[in-house]
């Protein structure tokens, strides 16, 4: 017989902690798309930001709560009044609000961060807990670093903040040092010592520092948890944080092992997973679990016999359960605006206006002129680099020149936009972008150094399109940007101008868990 399964809980952190690994900041629109996507994926949490961490991200988070209406919105709170005030501000228009409030409670975090006693730490999380109840009855309470926190302290603050209404305790395993069988261990002691425990849903949150952020996860899930955090594509700081497609896959593929489900709608996950991607910029890699473009791919002779023979030979997930066969030939140069606000709706994007959608059908047909196979990844790119040139920007590529020859050096002549004005330079270099970059830094004068460039082709063939990543850093602060086109040059100089975009837009945010909890 049957039985019904327990609910996991899928609390997707990549709006936040995902947010936090350096250059993956997002616009304002891009994490409304973002959060949008999220919805559509159904994951039942969106933890969409600190509101407390700048301006920028109190918007976000706000707008965010306006618009989702299908997942709870939860906004992320240091344990101190003007967090609790600022979360509850900005989840003010949510159908569905939570508050994330967290303390550090290791002995190291407590010492050094902190510089505060056990019993302040206590206080300090049980007064935001109750605040944070008075603009909603969802809060989550996170004793931070508690992988490396004392198991009685644990036990005390976690009972305290329960018995102030915090319905759901996450135990991070902050920075991922964990293996999973003391993961398991920690959650399930916690369960069984803590007598309100039956109060409140228990949750995971582990980083990948030692690649085990997933396999904590599980263990975690195995020992009652029945909330994860995770991120697409296992964004985030350092090494990333759990990742959503491998947790919700493993749980699904292995229901004989695990006593619960989740209600991802996984065909949703690879759009999802190319969203991010496209947007922060950060790749991911071939063989990456689930998204990776070789996840289902079989190259080994006998392999591909036996999958022709039959399939679950040597697979245990099928391609298109998780979003991959949507990946085919879908439109060309005589499909019309119905087909493709259609299949871009089916990839989860909406415009916000018609203007938005009249400059991406503009960019469609340009590019259908000259590649006659169009992707679901050719759309994706193309909606995000038309997002991308209608955001408010103070750089915008007018016309790039470019001559090559072999045993010389390359020029570029580049015409900018620049704050309403056009400016013409010319730059040389090692190779046609060397000398691109080079025209349009003499023109912007960002004073930046280029961290990173990365070329990879959005499809194959000759015709395909290159997406290009571009890192730049001033001052500590890190951006990346990205570009798509026809050709790698211009895909380089679309990539550097976003870049420089956001490097002149956005604002240093302040860090939820380097600075004091004051
Ligand atoms: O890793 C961590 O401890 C966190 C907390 C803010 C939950 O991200
Ligand atoms: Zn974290």
Same mark, same amino acid.
């Given at each position: 017989?049957?039985?019904?399964?327990?609910?996991?809980?899928?609390?997707?952190?990549?709006?936040?902690?995902?947010?936090?690994?350096?250059?993956?900041?997002?616009?304002?629109?891009?994490?409304?798309?973002?959060?949008?996507?999220?919805?559509?994926?159904?994951?039942?949490?969106?933890?969409?930001?600190?509101?407390?961490?700048?301006?920028?991200?109190?918007?976000?988070?706000?707008?965010?709560?306006?618009?989702?209406?299908?997942?709870?919105?939860?906004? =992320?709170?240091?344990?101190?009044?003007?967090? $609790? %005030? /600022? +979360?509850? @501000? *900005?989840?003010?228009? #949510?159908?569905?609000?939570?508050?994330?409030?967290?303390?550090?409670?290791?002995?190291?975090?407590?010492?050094?961060? =902190?510089?505060?006693?056990?019993?302040?730490? $206590? %206080? /300090? +999380?049980? @007064? *935001?807990?109750?605040? #944070?109840?008075?603009?909603?009855?969802?809060?989550?309470?996170?004793?931070?670093?508690?992988?490396?926190?004392?198991?009685?302290?644990?036990?005390?603050?976690?009972?305290?903040?329960?018995?102030?209404? *915090?319905?759901?305790?996450?135990?991070?395993?902050?920075?991922?040092?964990?293996?999973?069988?003391?993961?398991?261990?920690?959650?399930?002691?916690?369960?069984?010592?803590?007598?309100?425990?039956?109060?409140?849903?228990?949750? *995971?949150?582990?980083?990948?520092?030692?690649?085990?952020?997933?396999?904590?996860?599980?263990?975690?899930?195995?020992?009652?948890?029945?909330?994860?955090?995770?991120?697409?594509?296992?964004?985030?700081?350092?090494?990333?944080?759990?990742?959503?497609?491998?947790?919700?896959?493993?749980?699904?593929?292995?229901?004989?092992?695990?006593?619960?489900?989740?209600?991802?709608?996984?065909?949703?996950?690879?759009?999802?997973?190319?969203?991010?991607?496209?947007?922060?910029?950060?790749?991911?890699?071939?063989?990456?679990?689930?998204?990776?473009?070789?996840?289902?791919?079989?190259?080994?002779?006998?392999?591909?016999?036996?999958?022709?023979?039959?399939?679950?030979?040597?697979?245990?997930?099928?391609?298109?359960?998780?979003?991959?066969?949507?990946?085919?030939?879908?439109?060309?140069?005589?499909?019309?605006?119905?087909?493709?606000?259609?299949?871009?709706?089916?990839?989860?994007?909406?415009?916000?206006?018609?203007?938005?959608?009249?400059?991406?059908?503009?960019?469609?047909?340009?590019?259908?002129?000259?590649?006659?196979?169009?992707?679901?990844?050719?759309?994706?790119?193309?909606?995000?680099?038309?997002?991308?040139?209608?955001?408010?920007?103070?750089?915008?590529?007018?016309?790039?020149?470019?001559?090559?020859?072999?045993?010389?050096?390359?020029?570029?002549?580049?015409?900018?936009?620049?704050?309403?004005?056009?400016?013409?330079?010319?730059?040389?270099?090692?190779?046609?972008?060397?000398?691109?970059?080079?025209?349009?830094?003499?023109?912007?004068?960002?004073?930046?150094?280029?961290?990173?460039?990365?070329?990879?082709?959005?499809?194959?063939?000759?015709?395909?399109?290159?997406?290009?990543?571009?890192?730049?850093?001033?001052?500590?602060?890190?951006?990346?940007?990205?570009?798509?086109?026809?050709?790698?040059?211009?895909?380089?100089?679309?990539?550097?101008?976003?870049?420089?975009?956001?490097?002149?837009?956005?604002?240093?945010?302040?860090?939820?868990?380097?600075?004091?909890?004051?």
């Amino acid at each position: 017989m049957q039985t019904m399964k327990e609910r996991l809980l899928i609390f997707d952190t990549t709006l936040r902690d995902g947010e936090q690994s350096p250059g993956a900041s997002m616009t304002f629109d891009e994490k409304l798309r973002v959060a949008r996507q999220l919805e559509n994926l159904r994951v039942d949490v969106i933890e969409a930001g600190f509101p407390a961490a700048s301006p920028g991200d109190f918007e976000a988070v706000h707008a965010i709560a306006k618009s989702v209406t299908r997942s709870v919105v939860c906004g =992320l709170a240091r344990a101190n009044p003007r967090d $609790v %005030e /600022r +979360a509850g @501000a *900005a989840l003010e228009p #949510a159908a569905h609000s939570r508050i994330h409030t967290f303390i550090a409670t290791s002995p190291i975090h407590m010492r050094e961060k =902190l510089r505060m006693s056990p019993h302040q730490v $206590v %206080e /300090r +999380a049980v @007064a *935001a807990v109750q605040q #944070a109840r008075g603009y909603t009855d969802d809060v989550e309470f996170s004793p931070e670093d508690a992988g490396r926190s004392d198991l009685d302290f644990l036990c005390r603050i976690i009972e305290a903040a329960i018995d102030a209404g *915090a319905g759901t305790v996450n135990i991070p395993d902050t920075v991922g040092y964990n293996v999973p069988e003391q993961f398991g261990e920690l959650i399930g002691e916690l369960r069984a010592r803590i007598p309100n425990a039956g109060d409140a849903v228990f949750s *995971a949150h582990c980083h990948n520092d030692l690649g085990l952020a997933v396999a904590n996860s599980l263990a975690a899930v195995m020992a009652g948890a029945r909330q994860v955090e995770c991120t697409i594509n296992g964004l985030g700081e350092r090494a990333g944080n759990a990742s959503l497609e491998e947790i919700v896959m493993a749980v699904r593929t292995r229901r004989d092992v695990f006593d619960c489900d989740t209600r991802i709608d996984a065909t949703q996950i690879v759009p999802t997973s190319r969203l991010v991607s496209g947007i922060t910029g950060f790749p991911v890699q071939p063989n990456k679990a689930i998204v990776g473009a070789n996840a289902f791919a079989h190259e080994a002779g006998i392999h591909q016999d036996g999958v022709i023979k039959a399939r679950e030979t040597y697979e245990i997930m099928r391609a298109e359960d998780v979003g991959w066969a949507a990946n085919r030939i879908v439109l060309g140069k005589h499909s019309g605006r119905a087909a493709f606000t259609e299949r871009l709706k089916f990839l989860g994007f909406e415009f916000a206006s018609d203007e938005e959608l009249d400059r991406a059908f503009a960019r469609f047909k340009e590019l259908a002129d000259n590649k006659h196979e169009i992707f679901d990844d050719d759309l994706q790119s193309l909606v995000s680099d038309a997002a991308s040139a209608a955001a408010a920007s103070r750089f915008a590529l007018k016309n790039l020149e470019t001559a090559s020859q072999l045993g010389q050096p390359a020029a570029a002549t580049v015409t900018v936009e620049v704050d309403g004005g056009e400016v013409t330079a010319r730059g040389q270099g090692n190779g046609a972008v060397d000398a691109t970059f080079r025209a349009i830094e003499s023109i912007a004068e960002s004073g930046s150094f280029l961290q990173l460039y990365s070329v990879s082709s959005i499809t194959g063939g000759s015709d395909a399109q290159g997406e290009v990543g571009v890192r730049l850093e001033r001052d500590g602060r890190i951006v990346n940007g990205h570009g798509a086109d026809l050709d790698i040059v211009i895909a380089s100089a679309k990539a550097y101008i976003n870049a420089l975009n956001k490097l002149y837009d956005s604002e240093m945010p302040v860090h939820p868990q380097l600075a004091q909890a004051v």
